[in-house]
């Protein structure tokens, strides 16, 4: 028997389809196991052992770890078939160590993509385990799991905030910088002058004086400007140019987030759960296939295999002079190119031929991802740009047209950008237009705006922080730790993250940083190439940080809680607002001298008459904080529900109707109701 180990079951019903009946294809459901809580700090690193790691079982993986070593001791061979990036790489060694699998009983295979022909490709081209991935990924590990755990530790000592880390902490920074350069920006004055065309449907602003680029920050100044203008405007110049608007490269996985982000409303981790599903294996109707190439990838590259037939759709779908070239572009340093750009893995399973097999926002990503690797393929959109200038009195205005005169590679991606034509009117040198519609305008600078999402993606990229398989955890996590709030669509830091980012820069600017943290990408790519010693990194980083959070226990000053302006009744200390597992509440200063924890009264939400014993059916919550409805005279009444009833009952059985994802249903029978 041949054994082939993937990470995900989706991933291993869709091989085993591909291969014969000597293969047997498992799953390991992921990582099987993990860095210890152990030692030192719980870090589960034997610091003085030269960053010794202890790995243990993840929770719940002791069955399928003693499945796996079942089926790898009746096995011929063993193909450790895990994602093939630096993570699948460190998860094929944990496989290989923890199985207990012989050298020469295993073999490394890679899959791009998840189809029959890639699949047996990749089976027929074996390699062996690269450590120097292996080294890269755990010294990674490592370091988040030192920052994660030592840094979180004193915030929530000294700040009550919930975490750090040593990518997320930049990214907040980054948060709360622009939130401050935008608290400390003085907006300035400045005027325009524009003339209106009402017959010719034109407008002309002005932009210059005797040719000479003119800006108007007086508005005296602008004010005898318009004064001084007559009815009459005299064309002096008409400029036609044609320029070419060419198309974007294919997707990589930080383009991917961002845009999805954009045109499609998308969070990060939503793109990447359903990206996920299409590259892993759908059914299709005819058969069961992965849809998109691997969609963690730094590469824009995209292999002869699927040019050629993708340039001979192109000319059959939307003719020859729709074809265009492959785009090259200088290649960045440490770009996974063994990868390609994420692609359809077939040209011809467009959208329209997958729609009744996709949920509606995979055929959305599907469509989005499809269109732009075609449009990338194709010929550039050409454009009549026409500069109309005006003069009046030696004073020059400017009105600028576009008119889209070959579509291009528009063809395909129209909808996801603007390609709106804006016409001038046919004008001759010379010609006389005449208007009295001349305004003039009061206008303020303005600062740079919040980061979206897909702003700060970029700019971690740009800034070669993190990786981008990493950002949709990062944009989650600063979220969910209350350091930002979402407010039109845009990153606000809250309180929280504000105070968190000031103690970690009064303290850890040295680490907490664009440049440290850029710089440590860099080293962590110089170790997956065997450049670099990984040991050497962790000494070095370790020995600075260590010596920084020491100084930082001693010397950071405590928070203190929010004082409520009341009175403890047991001990008349103040009373304080702190923060606790299920939230904040309030409770005497003086713990733990005293331990006075206030009840708050908690409003009572009536939902309807309990049918059973005649009490009221509530809100109510657990101790976890998840809210349902039970009967207010439990524990006489036992009636409880998850789902929020309606204040009807079925008229099948009687039961409650409850609001469910999919409409109105019996809490009992499962009744529908119209």
Not at 247 to 253: G, L, R
Not at 371 to 386: E, G, Q, W
Not at 392 to 416: E, M, P, Q, W
């Amino acid at each position: 028997m041949q054994l082939v180990i993937v990470e995900s079951p989706a991933k291993s019903k869709t091989i085993e389809k591909y291969l014969g009946g000597d293969y047997k294809v498992v799953s390991s459901v992921g990582h099987i196991r993990d860095l210890s809580t152990k030692g030192k700090y719980g870090l589960g690193i034997d610091i003085e052992n030269d960053f010794k790691p202890d790995y243990v079982p993840l929770s719940g993986k002791k069955k399928v770890i003693d499945e796996l070593k079942k089926l790898v001791k009746s096995a011929d061979m063993v193909y450790l078939a895990t994602d093939p990036d630096r993570e699948g790489e460190a998860i094929s060694w944990h496989l290989f160590d923890t199985l207990k699998i012989k050298e020469k009983d295993y073999l490394r295979v890679l899959f791009y993509e998840i189809t029959k022909e890639k699949v047996l490709e990749g089976l027929a081209n074996p390699r062996k385990i690269d450590f120097n991935l292996v080294k890269s990924q755990e010294t990674r590990r490592m370091l988040d799991r030192i920052i994660g755990f030592r840094l979180s530790k004193l915030m929530q000592n000294k700040t009550g905030g919930k975490s750090a880390g040593r990518v997320q902490s930049v990214a907040l920074k980054l948060v709360v910088d622009r939130e401050r350069e935008i608290e400390s920006f003085v907006p300035e004055a400045y005027y325009k002058i524009t003339a209106k065309f009402p017959d010719k449907e034109m407008e002309s602003e002005l932009f210059a004086h005797n040719n000479k680029e003119l800006e108007l920050k007086d508005k005296e100044k602008a004010e005898e400007i318009l004064k001084s203008l007559s009815n009459n405007f005299t064309v002096s110049s008409v400029e036609q140019k044609e320029k070419l608007r060419s198309s974007k490269f294919p997707f990589t996985t930080s383009t991917l987030q961002q845009e999805a982000s954009t045109k499609l409303g998308f969070p990060a981790k939503k793109t990447m759960s359903i990206a996920q599903k299409l590259y892993e294996g759908l059914d299709i109707g005819s058969e069961h296939t992965g849809l998109i190439t691997y969609m963690r990838t730094d590469s824009i590259r995209l292999s002869e295999e699927f040019t050629a037939p993708a340039f001979k759709f192109i000319e059959e779908n939307f003719g020859k002079e729709y074809k265009g070239t492959v785009k090259k572009a200088k290649t960045k340093e440490n770009v996974q190119d063994a990868h390609e750009g994420i692609r359809p893995t077939s040209i011809y399973r467009t959208p329209k031929s997958l729609k009744e097999y996709l949920t509606a926002d995979e055929l959305k990503l599907y469509t989005l991802i499809y269109s732009r690797c075609i449009a990338s393929l194709m010929a550039p959109a050409k454009t009549n740009v026409t500069t109309i200038i005006l003069d009046n009195n030696n004073y020059n205005f400017k009105s600028t047209g576009t008119v889209i005169t070959f579509d291009g590679y528009l063809k395909a991606y129209a909808k996801y950008e603007d390609a709106n034509d804006t016409i001038l009117p046919d004008l001759k040198m010379g010609e006389v237009l005449n208007t009295d519609d001349i305004e003039l305008t009061e206008h303020f600078t303005k600062p740079k705006s919040r980061y979206t999402e897909a702003k700060l993606i970029k700019e971690l990229e740009e800034l070669g922080i993190g990786r981008p398989s990493t950002y949709a955890t990062i944009m989650s996590n600063i979220r969910e730790r209350g350091y930002v709030e979402v407010v039109d669509k845009k990153f606000k830091p809250t309180d929280m993250g504000i105070l968190v980012t000031d103690k970690l820069q009064e303290f850890f600017s040295n680490i907490i940083n664009v440049k440290y943290t850029a710089n440590m990408e860099t080293e962590l790519d110089e170790i997956a190439e065997g450049e670099l010693d990984n040991k050497k990194v962790l000494h070095e980083f370790y020995d600075v940080f260590d010596e920084t959070l020491h100084k930082a226990y001693s010397n950071m000053e405590r928070t203190k809680p929010q004082e409520t302006g009341e009175e403890c009744p047991n001990c008349h200390s103040p009373l304080v607002v702190r923060k606790g597992k299920y939230g904040e509440f309030t409770a005497c200063s003086n713990y733990p001298d005293c331990t006075y924890v206030k009840k708050e009264p908690k409003e009572i939400k009536e939902i309807m008459d309990c049918p059973k014993c005649g009490g009221k059916i509530v809100e109510k919550t657990t101790k976890k904080g998840k809210i349902f409805y039970g009967c207010n005279n439990y524990p006489k009444c036992k009636v409880a529900l998850w789902d929020m009833p309606t204040g009807e009952l079925c008229p099948k059985c009687n039961g409650l109707i409850v609001t469910k994802k999919d409409g109105k249903r019996c809490n009992d029978c499962n009744y529908e109701m119209e």
